[in-house]
């Protein structure tokens, strides 16, 4: 039994993360994080306001050794949404950078500022001298929140155990080492960039170069100098895809690179193609979510499968089930079922809501609501979701209720509904439909989309606004967004 990260202690020298200019080994990350841990040992639950640097790492850590549980929060987070999430999870106390200037939703909490340098580089705290909690425990580790088609998110539970689970899978289908350099992009509020990109280089023992922000430029820079694996999503897959043709550099650090990974949703073939013509290279596809983690994966080495998420990682059991509930036994790459899972990857429960929990599964098997075929060798490729009210855009998972609730908020809104869109950078793009109050004085598109972004969160914005004199309902008076006209009006 080891804990989450038995490289914490192992080689003080070792580089563990660099963000910029902030660069910490693994013994300063450790002093860090165990001085914390030690302060912080004993609180119910701390919100991390989760900027992409190295002190969200370090309050992390620091949570995970101390066994508390820790809510990453997105500081873009709008008034409504982090008042929810707040009351929600209610936590004892913020850890946050010195000069980081928080919410007054914050207010009421204790604040702690972390020190990414810790003031005594003392010996390790003895209560976390073996590593803080045991890896298999089912203690909460993080809870993160996630989208619903419909009311505000969700915090999703993740124990220790399903943590270590889902990175020691990874580690076998990418052969992922302690040599391995991450460079990434993500923000850490997600599992994405949190868990697999910040604690999967961190229990390997390998390192992170974070680059603060998605560009192009960083990931040449970074990949061209050592990093030897990219995560990203789509989007920022296509973006690179745009500018392989007109710049050598990114070429090299691309095609230098020991895997390519790509997820949180669907990589267009054309981007695969785009990027595979100019590099040599093949993207990988992994596919995963907030409750489960990551659950299937193309293998490293096991050459081009564009279009396909791979095989169920270890340890996850993974079977199509028709709409009938009838499990589907073909693998004729034709079939289409709905994923359910079951395994030590997947979540504890959503907080506070026992209704929510129960509803996603059927028995002990988690009900991904994505729709996939299998092929013959086994592996997946996803064709759709069941909830034609959930989004994907830029890789963020957004529910089209909590945008309308919004919407219908603003004054100058009489009736609204969202849909999502191809986009061909984003995946979907949001579009909101919008009745106004006053037909002959329709409020303006910016101001619309500024509203949704501060209650919300600025990636749940609309990025068009078309505005209807009514909306299409049936004789239920339910919005029949497939009658939608396909007319465009201004673009937000
Ligand atoms: C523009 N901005 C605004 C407004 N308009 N802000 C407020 N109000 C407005 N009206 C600002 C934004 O805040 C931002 O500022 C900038 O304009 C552009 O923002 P954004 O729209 O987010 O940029 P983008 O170009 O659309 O971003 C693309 C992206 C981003 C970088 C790829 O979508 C991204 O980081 N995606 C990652 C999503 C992710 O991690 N998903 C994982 C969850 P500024 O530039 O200052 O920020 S899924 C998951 O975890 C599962 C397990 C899985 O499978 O992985
Ligand atoms: P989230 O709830 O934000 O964690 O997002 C999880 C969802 O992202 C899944 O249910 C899928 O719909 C989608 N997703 C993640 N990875 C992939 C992938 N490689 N291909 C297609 N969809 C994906």
Redesign the pocket.
């Known amino acids: 039994m080891s804990a989450l990260f038995p490289a914490l202690w192992a080689d003080p020298d070792r580089p563990a993360l660099r963000f910029g200019a902030d660069a910490l080994t693994y013994g300063e990350l450790a002093g860090a994080a165990g001085a914390l841990a030690a302060r912080i040992g004993g609180a119910g639950r701390v919100a991390v306001w989760a900027t992409p640097t190295a002190r969200t790492t370090v309050a992390v850590v620091a949570a995970l050794l101390a066994g508390i549980p820790a809510i990453p929060v997105n500081p873009?987070t709008g008034e409504r949404e982090l008042a929810h999430i707040l009351g929600d999870s209610a936590p004892s106390m913020v850890l946050a950078g010195p000069e980081d200037v928080l919410p007054a939703a914050f207010a009421e909490l204790p604040r702690i500022d972390v020190e990414t340098q810790a003031a005594h580089l003392g010996p390790v705290p003895a209560a976390f001298a073996h590593g803080g909690v045991p890896d298999d425990s089912e203690a909460p580790a993080l809870i993160v929140y996630t989208s619903g088609t419909t009311g505000p998110p969700k915090g999703v539970v993740l124990s220790h155990r399903a943590i270590a689970a889902s990175l020691d899978a990874l580690e076998e289908a990418w052969a992922w080492t302690a040599d391995d350099v991450l460079v990434h992009?993500?923000?850490l509020f997600?599992?994405?960039?949190l868990i697999?990109g910040i604690l999967g280089p961190l229990r390997r023992g390998g390192s992170v170069r974070h680059l603060g922000?998605?560009s192009v430029e960083g990931v040449a820079r970074e990949l061209g100098a050592g990093g030897t694996m990219l995560f990203g999503?789509p989007?920022?897959y296509h973006r690179l895809a745009d500018a392989v043709g007109s710049d050598p550099a990114l070429v090299r650090a691309l095609a230098g690179a020991r895997l390519l990974v790509s997820?949180?949703a669907a990589l267009p073939l054309h981007d695969h193609e785009r990027l595979t013509a100019a590099t040599g290279r093949q993207v990988v596809e992994r596919?995963?979510?907030?409750e489960t983690?990551?659950l299937t994966s193309v293998r490293v080495g096991s050459g081009p499968r564009p279009g396909s998420v791979g095989l169920p990682l270890r340890g996850v059991d993974l079977r199509l089930v028709e709409e009938d509930g009838k499990e589907i036994g073909a693998s004729d790459g034709e079939s289409v079922g709905e994923i359910q899972v079951r395994g030590p990857n997947l979540f504890s429960a959503y907080l506070n809501r026992p209704d929510a929990t129960a509803a996603a599964f059927d028995g002990e098997w988690f009900r991904t609501g994505d729709m996939a075929v299998r092929d013959a060798d086994g592996s997946l490729r996803i064709v759709g979701r069941k909830a034609t009210d959930l989004i994907k855009?830029?890789?963020?998972?957004i529910g089209a209720g909590e945008i309308e609730n919004a919407l219908l908020d603003h004054p100058e809104v009489r009736e609204a509904a969202v849909t999502g869109e191809p986009d061909a950078?984003?995946g979907e793009r949001i579009v909101a439909w919008i009745v106004p109050a006053d037909p002959d004085g329709p409020p303006a598109a910016?101001d619309l989309?500024?509203h949704v972004?501060?209650l919300l969160a600025?990636?749940k914005?609309p990025r068009t606004v078309r505005f209807l004199p009514a909306l299409p309902r049936n004789d239920m008076g339910k919005v029949l967004k497939k009658a939608l006209p396909g007319a465009a009006t201004p673009d937000a």
């Open positions: 873009r992009a993500l923000p997600h599992v994405h960039g697999l922000g998605f999503v989007t920022m997820g949180s596919y995963g979510m907030t983690l990551m855009s830029g890789g963020y998972k950078d984003l910016a989309t500024a972004a501060a600025p990636h914005r």
